[in-house]
């Protein structure tokens, strides 16, 4: 039972434009939800978190929009360029349980074009 | 500061062949983690280490030990390597502050069994 799931597989958008990163989620007990990003042959990176207390968290160029009744989750990049180039994984925990552990989707795929 | 350390980088195995992957940390961190990457199954927990001297169980464990050797090292011992465990293998670590829960990412070990 897939509890993160990521459900485009790849999205590709023009540079400049905006890139929309989706996520759904089932475990209500989860209070925690991050990004990653993901280079070819190289570890995946923190991108950006937000808690279930708050419903944006923006950084840069990069802004996590979080609805919890829906259980829902999105990425928002803006504008996008080439390098953003890579794939996105969703992941979440639940930081009331025994350790910290994430659940990872199975990832999206952006291609920026130029 | 290397951050998180992962040799081999790649390694080709015959079915029934034993091997460790060898992980380090040198940020002080008190947990790691071993994950495997899959086309189309995102980023699957194996075991993980909540602090130096304990291990236990994440998602797909099985034909899997593990050993924290230390607190910087965390090694992955496949025992007898199927085809199943062809893959690419990530470890992980986290501080466990409890208001982050990021895990910082080793680059990978790309794992081909015959």
């Given at each position: 039972d897939q509890q993160v799931k990521q459900n485009s597989p790849s999205l590709s958008v023009q540079?400049?434009?905006?890139?929309?990163?989706?996520?759904?989620?089932?475990?209500?007990?989860?209070?925690?939800?991050?990004?990653?990003?993901?280079?070819?042959?190289?570890?995946?990176?923190?991108?950006?978190?937000?808690?279930?207390?708050k419903d944006k968290n923006e950084d840069g160029r990069f802004t996590v929009f979080l609805n919890k009744s829906a259980k829902h989750l999105s990425l928002h990049i803006v504008p996008s360029q080439p390098g953003d180039s890579a794939v996105y994984f969703c992941a979440a925990s639940d930081r009331g349980g025994a350790t910290n552990k994430l659940i990872f989707g199975t990832g999206t795929l952006l291609a920026v074009q130029p | 500061n290397a951050g998180v350390t992962q040799?081999?980088?790649?390694?080709?195995?015959?079915?029934?062949?034993?091997?460790?992957?060898?992980c380090a940390q040198d940020m002080n961190h008190n947990s790691?983690?071993?994950?495997?990457?899959?086309p189309g199954m995102g980023l699957r927990l194996i075991y993980y280490s909540a602090s130096e001297g304990t291990t236990d169980k994440g998602e797909v464990p099985n034909g899997y030990n593990v050993s924290r050797l230390n607190k910087r090292e965390f090694s992955l011992r496949l025992e007898s390597a199927a085809p199943s465990q062809t893959s690419v293998y990530f470890c992980a670590s986290s501080r466990d502050d409890i208001n982050t829960d990021t895990q910082y990412f080793g680059p990978g070990?790309?794992?081909t069994v015959l």
């Open positions: 540079e400049g434009r905006i890139s929309i990163l989706n996520c759904d989620y089932t475990n209500s007990m989860f209070d925690y939800f991050l990004w990653y990003k993901k280079y070819p042959a190289e570890g995946p990176t923190f991108l950006i978190s937000i808690s279930s207390i | 040799t081999p980088k790649f390694q080709v195995l015959k079915t029934g062949q034993s091997m460790t992957l060898q790691m983690y071993w994950y495997r990457q899959d070990t790309r794992l």
